[in-house]
């Protein structure tokens, strides 16, 4: 699996789980996020990123008594890996339209279709 599939990956998962509370290039937060406290961070454009290891443990671990949930349960290290890299590598080079390309480049997948 090539950068780009992982990338792909990442993406995936992202715009199905993450975009309703943290929004992307282009997409605002949804109403799930309004009515939050403490507010999910935008991470679009934000120069405050967590570093790799925090972002990935946040991701799998969740954040007690605030909404964000944990994906461990439910997701492989690789899936988390992916998202990971996503966030941090990859959404803030992106433009709004090149999100929107994305979305219809890489349809959403089956969760349960077999990856490492
Ligand atoms: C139901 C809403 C919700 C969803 C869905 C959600 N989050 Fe969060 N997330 C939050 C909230 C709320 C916080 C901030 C908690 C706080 O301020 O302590 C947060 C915090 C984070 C942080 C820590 C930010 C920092 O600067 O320390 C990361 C990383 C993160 N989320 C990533 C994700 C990813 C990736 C997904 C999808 C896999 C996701 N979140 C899905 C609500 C959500």
Redesign the pocket.
């Known amino acids: 699996m090539n950068d780009t599939a992982m990338l792909a990956e990442g993406f995936g998962?992202?715009n199905e789980?993450?975009v309703?509370?943290?929004g992307g290039p282009g997409i605002d937060p949804g109403e799930?996020?309004e009515g939050?406290y403490?507010?999910?961070?935008k991470f679009y454009k934000s120069d405050?990123?967590?570093d790799t290891d925090?972002?990935f443990w946040?991701?799998k671990n969740g954040?007690k008594m605030?909404?964000?949930?944990a994906?461990g349960p439910t997701h492989s290290d690789y899936k988390i890996w992916a998202?990971?890299d996503f966030?941090l590598n990859k959404m803030n080079k992106m433009t709004p339209e090149e999100y929107q390309e994305w979305i219809k480049k890489y349809p959403e997948k089956d969760d349960d279709a077999p990856t490492p």
Do not use: F, Q, R, V
Request: with cysteine; aromatic share 6%; net charge negative.
């Open positions: 998962h992202y789980m993450c309703s509370c943290h799930l996020a939050l403490p507010k999910p961070p405050d990123m967590p925090e972002a946040i991701i954040i605030t909404g964000m949930p994906y998202i990971t966030l």
